[in-house]
C-alpha cells in the first residue's frame, strides 16, 4: 500500500525557531526542508530577475508576492525528493498562500501536521539581535547562548558568519508587524480547513527539547494512504 506524501508546517514568528528545528528534524524524518526565506535569498544572492525584484522587500523585513513564493513552492514540493515528505519553515506566510496550500495538499491527499512554535516577543528581539549565519553552509548561531568555537567563522565549514540584513534591531520589529498582520491570520485559515495546530512553547528548554516533542506529535499522526 503506497503511503501518502508527508507534510510538517513549522509555524511560528520570527526568530520563533522554525529553521533551527526544521535542520534538526529533517535527517530524522527524511524529508526535505523548504525555507521560502532560503530560496528568496539565494534569487538575491544570484541576482536572478525574482532577486532584483523582492531585493528591496527583503532588506526592509516586508513580504514578497504570493503569486512568486505560491510558483516556487508549488514546483518545489512536486521534485521526487520531496515525495516521502517535506518540512515548510516560513510558508504559509499569508492566507493567500494557505489558501493555495491547502489546494495543493488537498491534490494530493495530504493532512499536514501543524506546529505553532509561540515564543515571547521579547525574547525574540534578543535572539534575532544576536544571531548569525555561517555565509557557506547556512549553520545558525547566536553569540548570545551558541556562538561558535572559532570567533567570526563556521564550526563546521570555516565560512564567514554574518548577521542577516534583516535581523538589524530597526527591522525586527518590522518583520513581527508583518507577522501579526499577514500571517498570524494563517492558523485560524488552517484550523478552518480542518487541521489541527499543536502548540509548543518554544523557548521551554533546547533545541534539541523542542525536536522531540516535534518529532513524537509527527509520529503520532499515522501518514493516510495514497490517492489513486
Ligand atoms: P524569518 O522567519 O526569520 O523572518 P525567513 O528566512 O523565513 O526568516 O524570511 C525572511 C524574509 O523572506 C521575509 O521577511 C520575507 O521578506 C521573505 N519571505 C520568506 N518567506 C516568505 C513567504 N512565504 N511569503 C512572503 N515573503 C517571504
Same mark, same amino acid.
Given at each position: 500500500?503506497?503511503?501518502?506524501? /508527508? ?33 528568496? /535569498? ?21 513580504? +514578497?508576492?504570493?503569486?512568486? +513564493? ?31 496550500? +491547502? ?74 508587524? %508583518? ?17 489541527? %495546530? ?31
Amino acid at each position: 500500500m503506497e503511503q501518502a506524501q /508527508r507534510c510538517l508546517i513549522l509555524f511560528g514568528a520570527p526568530g520563533s525557531g522554525k529553521g533551527t528545528q526544521a535542520k534538526l528534524l529533517k535527517d530524522g524524518l527524511g524529508w526535505i526542508h523548504i525555507s521560502t526565506g532560503d530560496m528568496l /535569498r539565494e534569487h538575491v544572492a544570484k541576482q536572478t530577475p525574482i532577486g532584483l525584484e523582492i531585493e528591496e522587500k527583503m532588506r526592509n523585513g516586508a513580504l +514578497v508576492p504570493d503569486e512568486m +513564493v505560491n510558483k516556487l513552492v508549488e514546483m518545489r514540493i512536486d521534485q521526487p525528493d520531496c515525495q516521502t515528505g517535506f518540512i515548510l519553515d516560513g510558508y504559509p506566510r499569508t492566507v493567500a498562500q494557505a489558501e493555495l496550500l +491547502v489546494t495543493l495538499l488537498s491534490a494530493r491527499g495530504v493532512t499536514p501536521v501543524v506546529i505553532h512554535l509561540k515564543v515571547d516577543y521579547n525574547i525574540i528581539v534578543a535572539r534575532l539581535a544576536s544571531r548569525r549565519v555561517c555565509s557557506q553552509c547556512g549553520s545558525l548561531y547566536s553569540v548570545a547562548s551558541n556562538a561558535p568555537i572559532v570567533t567570526a567563522n563556521c564550526d563546521y565549514c570555516g565560512g564567514k558568519l554574518i548577521r542577516r540584513e534583516d535581523d538589524a534591531p530597526e527591522t525586527i520589529w518590522k518583520r513581527l508587524n %508583518a507577522f501579526d498582520n499577514q500571517t498570524f491570520p494563517v492558523l485560524d485559515y488552517l484550523k478552518s480547513a480542518g487541521f489541527a %495546530a499543536h502548540e509548543i512553547d518554544g523557548s521551554a528548554g533546547s533545541p534539541q527539547v523542542i525536536m522531540r516533542k516535534i518529532a513524537a506529535l509527527v509520529d503520532d499522526e499515522p501518514p493516510t494512504e495514497a490517492r489513486p
